[in-house]
């Protein structure tokens, strides 16, 4: 009970308060619009956040982070333009009600799933706070060291008919974060003579770069568009009443986003399709589904929504981001020399809990705030993309200079942002890139601590916890072998039918 009163205490800061207020209703906005998303505006807010205490800078970006999806399905519903990524799959089913004349009902169900699995996930987050401070202590350098290999194994992993070239992304972010001077050694690494490179590249001048500056080079070369959301009528409760009718749905969506929330590298996209699919597979309309069907709607904002919370559980306990927002919100603990893992649990658990009723409060402000500025964020949404981009590349260089003061951050952030460009344009996954700097640093870090303790390889899986990890790797990188064989023979049987074809003609 202490740990409860000492989170409240810490929540009800007047700084925390509108900290919160600032990040969850900007959040909905940014999610609103489409071409800007939560990655650039929490990549745009972070060198702000580092002048505030911690539980300040987090509760605006978790504001940020948790409220975005309950507006990105607002143009997903009314105009087929998912205002973030995640939001893609609510458009299958919520734009159809919208021709139908059921935009309300659409935007209202959208708001009470999004709120379903937004505390849900919090709720399973404090329900497990004790066994993560029990779990979090037994693990040391090694277990953290194969948790991170893991995790950027499971991101590569992810990115299914990309996975080669996330795997690429993923090892040039590990060589990123080599750059410059080694902490242990004193010698320089890779900088090739050049000053400038001394220091390393930061990964917040990479995270500027790569997520706002290549999003403002995008809208920037594409061609302008102003979209069109017209105003909807009624009553915003009724989706609450309506919900009910499918709460099955909406729980196992949401579990699913917890389970696969916690895993890092499959996140909301996964945690949808897996719900979406359960959904229709036991409706008792199942054709219905892409064509308006409310329980396809309610299993995919559940879904997206429970996420965030889970998200933080790897964080929190191990400090291992699962996706790119968590690992820009990592940035922020070390800044403020709160490092997240065993100790956090021990040293900061005020912080902890104070994190856990944020997401509460963020979640009832975002709910009541929809059910009475829908229309207000239609007219929001009518921005001009060029001018959208011009902002972002504004607030982005504003943001990089600020760091250091300095015109090569500036410089490095722009290339950053040419090569963001390019993978867009390219279609090839970012989110390895800086999870690999993430990751590639702790992994490093860890090994090296654990290295004077091995006297052979196998003493690095001497522990449970430890050797428990790397069954999963094995695990994960088995059956990945075991799809790509089976995918493999099935492309041949018909090249081996058609041959047989040809020769019996």
């Keep these: 009970m202490e740990n409860l009163y000492a989170g409240l205490e810490m929540l009800a800061r007047w700084d925390v308060i509108l900290a919160l207020f600032i990040g969850s209703i900007g959040g909905v906005i940014i999610g609103a619009i489409p071409g800007v998303g939560p990655a650039v505006a929490i990549a745009i807010l972070l060198p702000a956040t580092f002048s505030l205490d911690p539980i300040v800078g987090l509760t605006m970006l978790l504001g940020i982070y948790g409220s975005s999806m309950y507006g990105g399905a607002i143009p997903a519903v009314l105009i087929n333009t998912p205002g973030t990524a995640v939001n893609a799959l609510t458009s299958y089913d919520g734009y159809p009600m919208t021709k139908k004349g059921e935009g309300h009902r659409a935007i209202s169900l959208a708001y009470s799933a999004s709120f379903w699995g937004g ?65 242990v050694t004193y010698t320089q690494r890779y900088t090739f003579g050049y000053s400038f490179l001394s220091s390393g590249v930061n990964l917040i001048v990479a995270v500027l770069g790569l997520f706002a500056l290549s999003q403002a080079f995008f809208l920037l070369t594409a061609p302008d568009s102003v979209p069109d959301a017209k105003p909807v009528q009624g009553k915003m409760t009724s989706g609450i009443k309506e919900l009910m009718k499918h709460k099955r749905v909406a729980t196992v969506a949401s579990t699913l986003g917890v389970v696969l929330g916690m895993i890092p590298g499959t996140g909301e996209f996964t945690a949808q399709f897996m719900s979406y699919t359960y959904a229709q597979k036991t409706s008792k309309n199942p054709e219905k589904f892409g064509k308006g069907s409310p329980e396809g709607l309610v299993a995919s904002e559940a879904a997206n929504n429970a996420v965030p919370a889970a998200a933080m559980i790897p964080l929190l306990a191990l400090g291992i981001p699962g996706e790119a927002l968590t690992a820009m919100m990592l940035s922020v603990f070390y800044v403020h020399n709160v490092i997240p893992g065993p100790q956090l649990f021990q040293n900061n658990i005020d912080l902890v809990y104070g994190l856990y009723f944020a997401l509460i409060l ?54 950053f942002g040419v090569l963001g460009l390019i993978l867009k344009r390219l279609n090839l996954p970012i989110v390895p890139i800086i999870l690999g700097m993430v990751l590639g640093g702790i992994m490093e870090v860890k090994l090296r601590s654990a290295m004077p303790r091995l006297k052979t390889p196998f003493d690095m899986i001497d522990r449970p916890i430890s050797l428990f990890l790397f069954a999963i790797i094995i695990l994960v990188l088995s059956l990945h072998l075991r799809t790509l064989v089976k995918e493999y023979r099935s492309q041949q049987k018909p090249e081996d039918h058609d041959l047989h074809d040809s020769q019996t003609r």
């Design 119 to 183: 505390i849900f996930g919090i709720g399973c987050l404090i329900l497990l706070s004790p066994v993560l401070a029990l779990v979090a202590p037994m693990f040391g350098s090694r277990e953290i060291f194969l948790a991170a290999l893991l995790g950027i194994i499971l991101v590569v992993l992810a990115h299914r008919g990309q996975i080669f070239a996330a795997g690429v992304l993923a090892m040039f972010g590990i060589f990123l974060q080599t750059l410059g001077l080694d902490a």
């Design 362 to 415: 963020l979640n009832v402000i975002v709910m009541i705030f929809l059910l009475f500025s829908t229309n207000l964020l239609t007219k929001i949404i009518r921005v001009p993309t060029r001018f959208l981009g011009v902002v972002i590349l504004t607030l982005s260089f504003v943001g990089v200079y600020s760091l250091r003061n300095s015109l090569t951050d500036c410089m490095i952030s722009a290339v």
